[in-house]
């Protein structure tokens, strides 16, 4: 039986397959093309079927495609009849080569040898490393060449000359000994300032502990270690300073604080542990007991947080009579050493630094250990967050009447109080700080040196001058006595690298050195 469809719906159906005729890609149809193919070295043509693309003609001609070779046109091109393919070959390796590193040469002023004088300090030394390039080539021509790896196979040493740079600052008798630091080496003035003697000169001590015992026998100074500042930061070291071989006290990683104890042969420290993350340690908050004449160690405080921004590091000062204070970020107290903890006496806002160093209070005692001055924090008057006030001073606990007193305002961050050392058994005594010159930008701010009476009367700027540039933060150092003929007591500061010595009573100055490289003093 015959089946009829109506006319209707055979041209919906003729209707429907045109449109899914139109939907299909398109397809070049037709007779083959011609296509010319230029690869490793040689030209040719071939015979594709219309709508091949450039990596089906490659195939096609049996030529294999690495994976760094580059063809123009690109692979996925559709051909045309007369195209032309070009193959690029291109090929990538690896040399590597030992390299001689050239020692570099380095001239430190010095001041035991006369104006011009040379000597050679230590002998250079070639370095050699090893070095990997990354060679591309294009059609077997090298087209780049670029340093991908670098070994140091070994470590250079510099050239170190020596060159005198005595000055003619006239002689100045001083009471007592002044060690200094300059150029990673120790020196000792004697009686007089033309008397200079070095004391360590192996040219790496690092200046974070470097302080002479009360009578002057002993200098305690850090060296930096030879390992990696991830695992030891530094170590400990004694000398004598009337001769002899600078010993290790097998003492690391000291930071922020070390110092004599009164009236024994032994040091107070404190530790911290290395870390690779910015500022490269994690405090301890302990602090330790070494005698310089035995080796033997104790331990006065256990370990701790240490409270807001504990990570940095806490600070400790002795008073004559051997009470110990200690200050952190968020306050100051005194240290019970018999019962070993810590005895809070004021709070202090915290300074937000906003990086990764953090503010800490100034510490001295007064001549009587009666008094302990220190410097704060104080609140903003606008409505700022407390943390971020820019607003610093100096205080004093007296622990005669248990008051305080606040003494001077806004000072800056670094004023760095010191107090005078009378003659034993005389009470009145001054105290030295540093000036911001900008209080507000403290932190960036240069200073000037001030004293005044303990009670904070008698205010007067006395180094350097007002049309001069101000100091760098540091902590001013007080000779232990005076000198006939003098109006005041020496005040020993560092200026623009230079050993200074003030009179506190006329403001008279004295240039001491001159190379330009003092950066630690220390006087007893």
């Known amino acids: 039986m015959r089946r009829f469809f109506p006319r209707r719906f055979l041209l919906l159906l ?25 690869a490793d070295g040689s030209s040719r043509s071939i015979a594709l079927p219309a709508g091949s693309t450039v990596a089906q003609a490659l195939q096609a001609a049996g030529i294999t495609i690495g994976n ?25 390796r690896f040399e590597t080569e030992e390299q001689i590193v050239p020692f570099e040469r380095q001239i430190v002023r010095n001041e035991s040898l006369p104006e011009g004088e040379t000597r050679l300090v230590q002998q250079g030394e070639n370095g050699l490393q090893e070095l990997t390039y990354r060679i591309v080539l294009e059609n077997g021509e090298e087209i780049s060449r670029s340093i991908v790896k670098t ?61 002479l015992s009360p009578n002057g026998n002993y200098l305690v100074f850090t060296r930096k270690s030879n390992k990696p500042a991830d695992k030891e930061i530094n170590t400990l070291w004694a000398v004598r300073t009337n001769g002899g071989k600078p010993f290790n006290t097998g003492i690391t990683n ?61 600070m400790y000062s002795f008073s004559p009579d051997g009470r110990l204070a200690y200050a952190r970020p ?9 019962g070993k903890y810590l005895k809070p006496l004021i709070e202090i806002t915290p300074y937000n630094t906003r990086s990764d160093w953090a503010w800490l209070p100034a510490l001295t005692w007064g001549a009587d250990s009666a008094t302990l001055f220190y410097t704060y924090h104080a609140p903003p008057p606008s409505l700022i967050n407390e943390e971020d006030s820019p607003f610093f001073g100096i205080s004093a606990v007296s622990f005669a009447n248990n008051a305080s007193v606040e003494v001077v305002q806004n000072t800056g961050m670094f004023a760095y109080p010191v107090a005078s050392r009378p003659p034993s058994g005389e009470k009145r005594y001054q105290v030295a700080y540093l000036q911001a010159i900008f ?43 005076q000198i006939e003929g003098q109006s005041g007591t020496f005040i020993a500061v560092i200026y623009q690298g230079n050993l200074w010595l003030v009179d506190s009573g006329s403001g008279q100055a004295y240039q001491v050195t001159g190379d330009g490289l003092v950066t630690r003093i220390d006087w007893k």
């Open 14 to 38: 003729l209707l429907t397959l045109s449109t899914l005729t139109a939907c299909r890609s398109p397809q070049l149809t037709g007779e083959d093309i011609t296509i010319h193919i230029t």
């Open 68 to 92: 760094l070779d580059k063809a123009e046109p690109p692979l996925y091109t559709v051909l045309k009849n007369g195209d032309t393919i070009t193959l690029t070959r291109v090929e990538e």
């Open 151 to 211: 070994i140091i196979l070994k470590e250079g040493a510099p050239e170190i000359v020596m060159v005198g740079a005595q000055a003619s600052f006239a002689p100045l008798p001083i009471p007592g000994k002044i060690a200094y630091l300059a150029g990673g080496n120790a020196w000792l003035i004697d009686t007089v300032t033309s008397n200079r003697t070095p004391i360590v000169t192996s040219g790496d001590l690092d200046g974070r502990i470097f302080f």
């Open 254 to 314: 000291i930071v922020h604080y070390a110092e004599w104890i009164p009236g024994t042969n032994s040091i107070a420290y404190s530790t911290v542990e290395p870390r690779s993350a910015a500022p490269g340690w994690q405090a301890n908050n302990d602090l330790q007991r070494y005698s310089i004449t035995t080796g033997a160690k104790a331990k006065i405080l256990d370990a701790s947080s240490g409270g807001v921004y504990g990570w940095w590091g806490s």
């Open 330 to 338: 968020d306050g100051i107290g005194l240290v019970d050493i018999d």
């Open 439 to 481: 209080p507000e930008q403290s932190e960036t701010s240069r200073y000037r040196l001030v004293v005044m009476d303990r009670d904070g009367s008698n205010r007067r700027t006395i180094f350097p001058s007002s049309d001069a540039p101000g100091l760098q933060p540091q902590t001013p150092v007080w000779a232990p006595g």
